[in-house]
């Protein structure tokens, strides 16, 4: 019994790891989803761009035919992610997050979607920390706008907007520790009465 549990834990193991790679030009889009030229089937497995010297450039991940991630990758001797992108699997092509990379293979930005692909978060790092956040609706700014000094535990810049327009309070503090408070309402400057 034990040994017939260990061999369906490496097959199982086997079948998760052991993906079929082919070139990005073996594989055509239908509707979304992703098929194999060679028998017209949904394609699971991963297809790549490579240039002619063999330096992988781009990857994408499928199951069922269906992407689930992307990878750009820096050209260079090292194999280094620039870009990843996770997709939403029941939703073919929405994405779900966007991680870019600097040449430490360090985060530096991330935008978040929903499920449906519309954009609700961007956020950059410094030094593996938030240093500046903003929260969306789509294409317009929709919620709370950050800034972040000394490794994200020092709020330099706050801000909130409604459908793309400022609303509210926006609070600045400068490098030499001066703040500054402004008013907004619907995206107009409110005067101080005189």
Known sequence: MRNILILLMLFVFNSMTSQEIIEMKEVYEDNNLVYKVVDDKLFTGIAQVKRKN????Y?????????LLSYLYYNGKEKRVSNKTIYNPNKPLAILKEYSYDLKSEVFEITTYDNDGIKILYEQFTNGNVSYS????????????LGYRNGGDKITFRCEYINGK???TEYCLNEKGIETKKKFLNG???KKAL
């Open 54 to 57: 063999k330096h992988l450039v």
């Open 59 to 67: 990857e994408e991940e499928f199951k069922g035919g269906v992407i």
């Open 134 to 145: 903003c929260q969306y609706l789509g294409k317009k700014k929709h919620g709370l706008e």
């Open 166 to 168: 400022k609303h509210g």
């Open 188 to 190: 107009k400057r409110i």
